[in-house]
Structures are given as C-alpha cells and as structure tokens.
C-alpha cells in the first residue's frame, strides 16, 4: 500500500534537483511526497534579484505554500547553513507547529546545519529512505551525523534539584 504524505521541502536552489532526487528515493519505496516548496525558475530568480518581489510577498506564500505541509524536510548541503530563508522558513515551521526534519545531502556535513534545525529541529538523519520516513512519521528522532551515527549533543542538558 502507497503512502502520500505533504511536505515543505525547505533548501538551498542550488540543490534544486536535489528535491526531485529525494521525491523520487521515497517514490521507489511505495512513500510519495508531495512538496508545497518554491523552486526558484529563472524568471522567478530574476524578479527577485530586481527587487520586483518583496520579502513581505515571498514570507506570505512561503507561509501559505507551508501551512498545507504536515512535515518541512530541510535539506542539508554544502551552503544550506549560509541561506537566510532557510532558517527562516525552519522558525516559521516551528511556529506553525509543524513536524521538521533534516536530511544530509551526499556532501553536506554537521558543519552544515542551519542553526535553527538545530534549535528546532525534532530530527537529522542520513540519505536513507528508511531512515527519512521513519523521521517524518515520528519513529526516529535521532540527530545523526551524515554517516548515520549519532551526532553530539548540540545543547547542553540542565539539571536542577526540587
């Protein structure tokens, strides 16, 4: 039996076909994923380098194009952690309630994590099919490192006496 699940696939536009490698990973595995993401054409690209489309424009259908996803996916390359939306669209996700997930990219590393997905992020996990829908069903809650062994923790714990 196929599963559907509604994503928001928050990225870096150079990892465009990144987005479609992931859709179609799950694919082969019977989970289908259908993104509510913004992919960057080049029109698209050019009206906003002009200043023709304001941020206000691009946070309110981000917001809108999120608020239909269950889960937002964060891919983790090279240059994710450099990208100001992609923390912004994981703060917006964290405030909308949503579920948010990592996944490493073939190349990204630890040192790539946007520091919002640190803050708010409920997992990482490697490229695995298994390992991601477990993540976005909720069954694996595991901040790893690419290789998929667990990753130090990033927040220190507290303890207080009663």
């Known amino acids: 039996m196929s ?10 536009h150079g990892d465009d076909s990144h ?16 993104n ?10 050019r009206r906003v380098k002009e200043g023709r489309v304001s941020d206000n424009t691009i946070k ?3 917001r809108m194009k999120m608020r239909w996803a269950s889960t937002v996916v964060v891919l983790i390359g090279p240059k994710t952690h450099t990208r100001p939306w992609v923390n912004w669209e994981i703060e917006q996700a964290h405030k909308l309630g949503k579920r948010i997930v990592g996944v490493y990219l073939h ?56």
């Not at 599963?3 to 870096?12: A, G």
């Not at 479609?20 to 259908?34: A, E, I, K, P, T």
């Not at 509510?36 to 690209?45: C, H, L, Q, T």
Request: hydrophobic share 35%; glycine share 8%.
């Open 19 to 34: 987005v479609d490698s992931f859709q179609n990973m799950l694919g082969r595995g019977d989970y289908h994923v259908r």
């Open 36 to 45: 509510s993401s913004v992919r960057m054409k080049p029109a698209n690209e």
């Open 60 to 62: 309110r259908l981000l």
């Open 107 to 162: 190349g990204g590393t630890a040192a790539n994590v946007p520091s919002a997905l640190d803050d708010y992020g409920q997992a990482i996990v490697k490229w695995s099919t298994k390992s991601i829908v477990e993540a976005i069903e909720g069954k694996n809650t595991r901040f790893e490192e690419p290789s998929g062994d667990l990753r130090d923790s990033v927040h220190a714990m507290s303890t207080s006496r009663c």
């Open 3 to 12: 599963t559907q699940k509604n994503v928001f696939i928050s990225h870096h």
